[in-house]
């Protein structure tokens, strides 16, 4: 630690750093400096290819000039401007463009800061939406199994992955969960959507709402590919099920596309991948490509309508935040996605999607390799966890992969890779042949 210091001269005992080891980390720090297009800089000055899109929002790789720009004129002119019952001309342009790339039918965007905050967003218009309807005894909200939802409390309620709740007890009471879709005796080495699986969601019918009994179920939430707990790749048929069973009982269907959002497979939304409309989307990450925190919610007109009843001059939700539509986030929002649709961005990762599929399940075989899955640019390798050191093996890979040149992303024993939507088939062949080295050493 002591060398970072001297040549950076910075200290890294204050930051307290979320999700990270902490004390391993500062007893031989990985310090990022500089990024451009495909790469980061390390602080001793190589170059680490990014394989995960920063933390899978930089989809239209570093120092994009345009975006930057949008950035730096934006604070020119305003730097801030709140936007309770006042507003500011990029908010709206932001939101025109979003809801212009979003399923048809869904033509509102309510604007928060991050992912987490979108989730907490989308649960509390779902509550809301219904007590706007005069049925306010529908409080159940349904989440799944290794699940990720974010970090606030009501998206960790409705997530799943054990690690992030079970500090923190029970926080929501009235949650319930399905199991996640994924079965590795079933569905190992898929390439893309799994043949097998659908029936998982009649769980939602079998069980969950004769438990509950659908008069007090709001809304089930699900990433229409479950992200950061491995790539959990929806079987066919699965989401569609979802929604008609939703539909079926009046219950709103909700997808989280901060990760799935914004070209990760090929379209803009993961909803057009699927070609399943939700009610509601939480979105982030690739809206402002990481350059400035923005998240937000699409609303279904449906949902939105229903607020919109009773005197003109009454406030129709009572939620928001002091940063929501932040102007210089809005500008930077606007530029990105003129950015996507100019250098046909989404197109490109669906050209190159079977490239990538292909070269990650070149590495089947390799020693500890238990299943490898795929859909657009997502692709996960999941290896043999060492027996009593869970997630040991694939954080050494990581670290194997750093220390060569490449950002992979572990999380427990599985390792990801997301790179910006301008990865070159070059790009993909240095992540797979560098991974497949560490994947051996690890052995």
Known sequence: MGNIETTLGIDLSAFWMPFSANRQFKHAPRLLVGAKDMHFTAHDGRKVLDGTAGLWCVNAGHGREKIISAAKAQLDVLDFAPTFQLGHPKAFEAAQKIA?????????????????????????????????????????????????????????????????????????????????????????????????????????????????????????????????????????????????????????????????????????????????????MSFAKGVTNGTIPMGGVVASNKVYDAFMQGPEGAIELFHGYTYSGHPVAAAAAVATIDLYREEGLFERAAAIAPYFEQALHSLKGLPNVIDIRNLGLIGVIEVAPRPGAVGARAFDVFTDCYANGLLVRPAGDTLAMSPPLIVEKSHIDEMVGKLGAALKRAA
């Open 100 to 280: 212009a790339l979003a399923p048809e039918g869904m033509d509102h965007v309510f604007f928060s800061n991050s992912g987490s905050e979108a989730v907490d967003s989308a649960l509390k218009i779902a509550l809301a939406y219904h007590r706007a309807r005069g049925e306010g005894q529908r409080t159940i909200l349904v989440g799944r199994e290794r699940g990720y939802h974010g970090t606030g409390f009501g998206g960790i309620s409705v997530g799943g992955m054990t690690n992030n709740r079970k500090t923190f007890g029970n926080l929501l009471p009235r949650v319930d969960h399905l199991r996640h879709t994924w079965d590795i005796e079933h569905q190992a080495y898929s390439r893309g959507q799994p043949e097998w699986g659908a029936h998982f969601a009649d769980e939602l019918e079998q069980r969950i709402i004769p438990l509950h009994d659908a008069s007090n179920i709001a809304a089930v939430i699900v990433e229409p590919v479950a992200g950061s707990t491995g790539g959990l790749v929806p079987p066919k048929g699965y989401l569609e099920r979802l929604r008609a069973i939703c539909d079926k009982y009046g219950i709103l269907l909700i997808f989280d596309e901060v990760i799935t959002g914004f070209g990760r497979l090929g379209k803009p939304f993961g909803a057009d991948f699927f070609g399943v409309t939700p009610d509601l």
